[in-house]
């Protein structure tokens, strides 16, 4: 069965620090790979996306991902966090249908 | 590009009436979702369609809910008699079938409260 797990349901930053998400999944193939952004009251957007080739991503607004197949992982990461950052981060796998993990609330502190 | 455009962006309703939420796609994607998110569940997909056809309804949860997408730019989702745990946000997204590797783009969302 598909499933994507965020352990992280909260974590608070301090403005200029780094920040690290965590995602796993379990899935039949190597699915792609997705993280999404949404602020309060908003719809979701696109942050990045893995589909092969180079592991480590980039995306909008800083933020980047890697993927690592041996640990069915594909973290977060932004170097130096902003307050505009706080908001709820989603990863999301698979191909036609996408299975979301169930977030993680980013809050930060100045 | 405008993006997807969702109305209304609010709806309150009282229980046992007809809802019905629309959606514009981006001009130019083939595939359109339905999502439904709620603290409890968190995003569930409802249904999606692949040029115009419902491709996967199994996300439905009941024969209240129905949506239809007559054309390549309009999509509905109806709830007909509604219910107070239909109360969520509902968010439709498109994506393009070929390129861009089925990446999603997401709509602002209805937020529907069922009193």
């Known amino acids: 069965a598909q499933s994507v797990t965020q352990p992280d349901i909260h974590i608070t930053v301090s403005e200029g620090a780094s920040l690290e998400l965590r995602c796993n999944y379990s899935y039949g193939a190597t699915p792609y790979l997705f993280w999404y952004v949404q602020s309060p009251g908003q719809g979701l957007q696109l942050l990045l996306k893995y589909f092969s080739g180079d592991t480590l991503v980039q995306g909008i607004k800083g933020f980047e991902a890697e993927f690592k197949r041996s640990q069915s992982s594909f973290n977060l990461r932004k170097p130096s966090v902003h307050w505009s950052d706080a908001a709820e981060y989603f990863c999301?796998?698979?191909?036609?249908?996408?299975?979301f993990g169930a977030g993680t609330t980013v809050t930060v502190r100045a | 590009d405008a993006g997807v455009i969702q109305s209304p962006r609010h709806e309150v309703t009282e229980m046992g009436q007809e809802v019905t939420l629309r959606c514009k796609p981006i001009s130019g994607h083939n595939s359109l979702f339905w999502y439904r998110q709620t603290m409890m569940r968190g995003l569930e997909l409802l249904i999606y369609?692949?040029?115009?056809?419902?491709?996967?309804d199994s996300g439905m949860p009941e024969d209240r809910f129905s949506a239809k997408m007559p054309n390549a730019s309009f999509s509905t989702l109806k709830i007909q008699p509604s219910e107070p745990r239909d109360s969520a946000v509902y968010f439709c997204?498109?994506?393009?079938?070929?390129?861009?590797?089925?990446?999603?783009?997401f709509g602002p969302g209805t937020r529907l409260t069922v009193l």
């Open positions: 997204a498109s994506s393009p079938l070929a390129g861009d590797k089925n990446t999603q783009y």
């Open positions: 999301a796998v698979g191909f036609y249908k996408l299975s």
């Open positions: 369609f692949n040029n115009n056809v419902p491709i996967d």
